[in-house]
């Protein structure tokens, strides 16, 4: 079992920046994901990052957010800059657990938006983004 546990969500003005960081009890290098749900919507992904560090973005976010890893730390980060009230929402780390790695950042970031139920889930930390 894996534990992931969010840190880093705030309440900033739109365009302030915020760095989410997830701490990873064991890191298994498999996909590795950002997923944020907003109140009444689905949750939904925001970026993956496979093992070789290649990584894939929602279109809503892409130029904005990075995410990266280190894996020595068993840390996950999720950057975000220019935000905007959109952006507000509980912002989940998520982690795959059935072996998926090696295809890349893109691969994991459809595999874990369509197999939610195959991930590991922190608790969230809150984003609010005001105008």
């Known amino acids: 079992q894996v534990q992931l546990v969010e840190s880093g969500g705030g309440s900033v003005q739109a365009g302030g920046s915020l760095r989410l960081s997830c701490t990873v009890s064991?890191?298994?290098?498999?996909?590795m994901a950002w997923f944020r749900q907003a109140p009444g919507k689905e949750r939904e992904g925001v970026a993956a990052i496979d093992s070789d560090d290649t990584t894939a973005y929602a279109e809503s976010v892409k130029g904005r957010f990075t995410i990266s890893q280190d894996s020595a730390k068993k840390i996950l980060y999720l950057q975000m800059n220019a935000l905007k009230p959109e952006d507000t929402g509980m912002y989940y780390c998520a982690a795959d657990s059935q072996g998926n790695t090696g295809y890349g950042g893109a691969y994991c970031y459809v595999r874990m938006e369509q197999r939610l139920a195959d991930n590991y889930w922190g608790r969230g930390t809150q984003v609010t983004v005001s105008s």
């Open positions: 064991k890191y298994t290098h498999n996909c």
